[in-house]
Antibody, heavy 116, light 110 residues
Framework: QVHLVESGGGVVQPGRSLRLSCAASGFTFSSYAFHWVRQTPGKGLEWVAVMSYDETQRYYADSVKGRFTISRDNSRNTLYLQMNSLRAEDTAVYYC?????????WGQGTLVTVSS | QTVVTQEPSFSVSPGGTVTLTCGLSSGSVSTSYYPSWYQQTPGQAPRTVIYSTNTRSSGVPDRFSGSILGNKAALTITGAQADDESDYYCVLYMGSGIWVFGGGTKLTVL
């Protein structure tokens, strides 16, 4: 059974950094691409970033490009999102998702609040 | 910048059929966009309903179907049930690794 557990969320001041983690189990981690998707409280979903199964390709939404970095450790079955220069508009629940071509398995999300 | 469009809200009677759509502010949606659909109820994570235009995700009832209708992707629910009342989001692959979600449709079953 696919299990994705995000962690690392919390309250952070504007301009600071935060790293999210996503621990995966129940499948062969190294065989899948992973995405981060976020959702502002009460609003819609926003695609953030994707990383290929073999770490050769990473792509980002324009809203986070240059500030966020997606990475993975296949030996630890863990996905990461390093978020730098955080802004108030980055406040959201961040979901780790596994899959390709839209067939996504979702974690439960972790809340990031950017506030002074 | 291309925007993915969805109806903000829709209503269907129990047992009825409803079709939600997913379009582009400029251009037509085709299978090359791998249109996919996600269902979300309040306080829960989304779950995949349809991916790559018309493939039902594991465990999804066959009353859900996906297609291309005209220049849009479509999610059709045939024989709507009360627990289909949710927010539905579509996503499109724009190429170069980029995906874009629509704004979501709030479906009411009453």
């Amino acid at each position: 059974q696919v299990h994705l557990v995000e962690s690392g969320g919390g309250v952070v001041q504007p301009g600071r950094s935060l790293r999210l983690s996503c621990a995966a189990s129940g499948f062969t981690f190294s065989s899948y691409a992973f995405h981060w998707v976020r959702q502002t409280p009460g609003k819609g979903l926003e695609w953030v970033a994707v990383m290929s199964y073999d770490e050769t390709q990473r792509y980002y939404a324009d809203s986070v490009k240059g500030r966020f970095t997606i990475s993975r450790d296949n030996s630890r079955n863990t996905l990461y999102l390093q978020m730098n220069s955080l802004r108030a508009e980055d406040t959201a629940v961040y979901y780790c998702t596994r899959g390709s071509y839209g067939d996504l398995a979702w974690g439960q999300g972790t809340l990031v609040t950017v506030s002074s | 910048q291309t925007v993915v469009t969805q109806e903000p809200s829709f209503s269907v009677s129990p047992g009825g059929t409803v079709t939600l759509t997913c379009g582009l502010s400029s251009g037509s949606v085709s299978t090359s966009y791998y249109p996919s659909w996600y269902q979300q109820t309040p306080g829960q994570a989304p779950r995949t309903v349809i991916y790559s235009t018309n493939t039902r995700s594991s465990g999804v009832p066959d009353r859900f179907s996906g297609s291309i209708l005209g220049n849009k992707a479509a999610l059709t629910i045939t024989g709507a049930q009360a627990d289909d009342e949710s927010d539905y989001y579509c996503v499109l692959y724009m190429g170069s690794g980029i995906w874009v979600f629509g704004g979501g449709t709030k479906l009411t079953v009453l």
